[in-house]
């Protein structure tokens, strides 16, 4: 067998000019505003014009929780989006932007794999339209004004140990996590610790992705809170009279960028948080658009479903009205034979008893996703080395659980690989309407939203808050902005908070180290004792076996 690898196989599409590709959703070429042939923004009158078309269905691609061995989230989304139009159904994929971090570290780009990717991958991989260096520009705006109200006298008496705000890169730099800023001179600002996160954690990028319109995005700004004063009042950026500035450089990321798949389906590709320590999905003028140009729309929340899945419910779809008619569950047999307990290195020998151990992981995701009122699909990513005899175990399993389930092969034949998922989820959807419950009411406590994710979603007992942690629920009760959405910042490797405890471990408590809220986002951020909003790279980084030739190609992005 031939295997090419992404890019060669990219490399070889056959992309058309992005007018082309805007025609099939309504778009003409005055719509568009052109990055180069194969990439555009789309405008706002276009957006309003679309707005008024009737709305599609829309399918929710989730995943068991990741494992080394890979799930294939974006593969098969982009693959599923291909095998609407294959089938009739007019579709179009709505996925999140890739960070910087992830290509150069381990997992490298987010533009899918094998037939079933989007292009120009190396264009989406790397700088795209320029959304997220837009991002961390006007999040390290908001930075240097702190900093420079603070050395002009500090008229608002800015607490600067209580300066909630971190600047940002969009890089795995885990030397920057704890930095002293302000060294130097006397002119060259007030010493103060500072941090560094990656840029896809920041609150701006929240707000992006949150945000309906410019006015909106605008207002969401202004309501962030970026310190306390020394007598513990909340300070916001609209305190610094930079929210016009701020969005003000955000004018062209909040538009949608739309690119194609490998068969020349419509991508819109926009915005871009991790769903570990952020709330996870692309922009919901993204997946409005989406819905609105197509018949069947597709679009993808990051990592495991818990993750994921609860953010772009209980958040996303709480604050914009968009509901899903269906959800995807992707697995492998390799991530479930993990999940039973094999090691990365023995997963081509089959192991029936080890799938069906891991099959647990699986089997809590569906029953949560339930919970939600969402009907489900199991596609199961198939690879190469996956055996006649573990295939047929899965398929028993999935039928004693009662959930459908598909064998796709979108990586080795792109839309015709996922023709038998599309078909199973337009006869799910006509059969039955799905009726989202949201898991918790904005209005209980923050205590107990969180025990109600631990509980219902993750199987755990309880969430533990350290003293810290309760102290801040404390100042936030009083500050009156306790009545928002939960969104976890976890490991997504397991439910619990350990990454090391796969499968569906039972019995557990979730520690829960700091509270913080993004209020111009509109949720409370808490952070598990062992998650980081700064990663670092690995021993061997991605970027070592990457390279430019003179003449512009590209080799080893993935
Ligand atoms: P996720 O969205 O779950 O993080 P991706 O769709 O980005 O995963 O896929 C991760 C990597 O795995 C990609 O490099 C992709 O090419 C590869 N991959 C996905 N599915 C398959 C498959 N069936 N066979 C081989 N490689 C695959």
Redesign the pocket.
């Known amino acids: 067998m031939d295997y090419k690898t ?1 890019i060669e196989i990219a490399d070889a599409a056959k992309i058309e000019p992005i007018e082309k590709i805007g025609e099939k959703i309504g778009l003409k070429n005055d719509d568009l505003e052109h990055y180069g042939k194969y990439k555009a923004k789309i405008s706002w009158e276009a957006i309003n014009r679309l707005n008024n078309n009737k709305d599609g269905k829309l399918v929710l691609v989730t ?1 068991i929780s ?1 494992t080394p061995a ?9 693959g599923l989006s291909q095998a609407f139009n294959r089938i009739g159904k007019k579709s179009v994929v709505a996925l999140r932007e890739p960070s910087l971090g992830p290509v150069f570290g381990v ?8 037939y ?2 989007v292009i120009p991958m190396e264009d989406i991989n790397l700088h795209f339209t320029g959304d997220i260096h837009a991002i961390s520009t006007a999040n390290n705006l908001v930075s240097a004004c702190i900093d420079n109200h603070i050395y002009q006298g500090n008229a608002l008496d800015i607490d600067v140990n209580n300066i909630t705000w971190n600047r940002v890169v969009d890089m795995n730099d885990r030397s920057l996590r704890n930095i002293v800023n302000g060294l130097g001179k006397k002119t060259d600002g007030v010493p103060r610790q500072d941090h560094f996160m990656i840029t896809v954690a920041s609150e701006i990028m929240a707000v992006l992705c949150l945000s309906k319109d410019l006015k909106d995005l605008k207002e969401k700004i202004s309501k962030i809170i970026v310190a306390y004063t020394r007598t513990g009042k909340p300070v916001y950026i609209s305190d610094l009279k930079i929210q016009g500035a701020v969005a003000m450089l955000l004018k062209d990321a909040i538009k949608p960028n739309l690119v194609q798949t490998l068969e020349n389906t419509p991508a819109i590709i926009h915005g871009g948080p991790f769903a570990n320590i952020a709330h996870g999905c692309n922009s919901i003028i993204a997946t409005k658009l989406a819905i609105k140009t197509s018949d069947y729309a597709v679009t ?1 929340a ?2 495991g479903a818990d993750l994921g899945a609860e953010k772009f419910l209980d958040i996303k779809c709480r604050t914009s009205g968009i509901r899903p008619d269906a959800a995807v569950l ?1 697995a ?1 047999i390799k991530a479930l034979k993990m999940h039973g307990g094999v090691n990365k290195n023995d997963l081509k020998e089959e192991n029936i008893e080890a799938l069906e151990k891991g099959f647990e992981n699986l089997r809590r995701h569906v029953e949560n996703l339930r919970k939600f009122g969402l009907p489900v699909v199991v596609a199961i ?4 080395q996956d055996t006649d005899a573990e295939i047929e175990k899965l398929e028993k399993l999935c039928k004693d659980l009662g959930v459908e389930i598909s064998l ?5 034949k792109g839309g015709e690989g996922a023709e038998d998922l599309a078909k199973k989820l337009v006869k799910n959807i006509e059969k039955q309407k799905s009726e989202i419950n949201f898991l918790y009411d904005v209005n209980d406590s923050i205590e107990d939203k969180l025990n109600k994710i631990v509980k219902d979603i993750y199987g755990g007992r309880r969430a533990v808050l350290t003293a810290a942690a309760k102290k801040q629920v404390k100042k936030l009760v009083e500050l009156g902005l306790d009545k928002l959405p939960i969104c976890v910042a976890k490991t997504q490797f397991s439910f619990t908070d350990n990454k090391n405890v796969i499968g569906a471990p039972r019995d557990f408590d979730i520690e829960i180290k700091t509270v913080r809220i993004s209020n111009g986002a509109g949720f409370i951020v808490v952070e598990t004792s062992n998650i980081m909003i700064m990663p670092g790279l690995p021993k061997v980084p991605a970027a070592e076996n990457m390279d430019i030739d003179d003449k512009g190609n590209i080799v080893g992005l ?1």
């Open positions: 992404d995943a990741p890979g799930e294939g989230k974006s593969t098969v989304s982009i997992k490298g780009g987010a533009t899918g794999g094998g079933s990717q993808e990051g990592f992707v492998t990513n198939q690879f190469a796709c092969q979108v990586w080795a993935f």
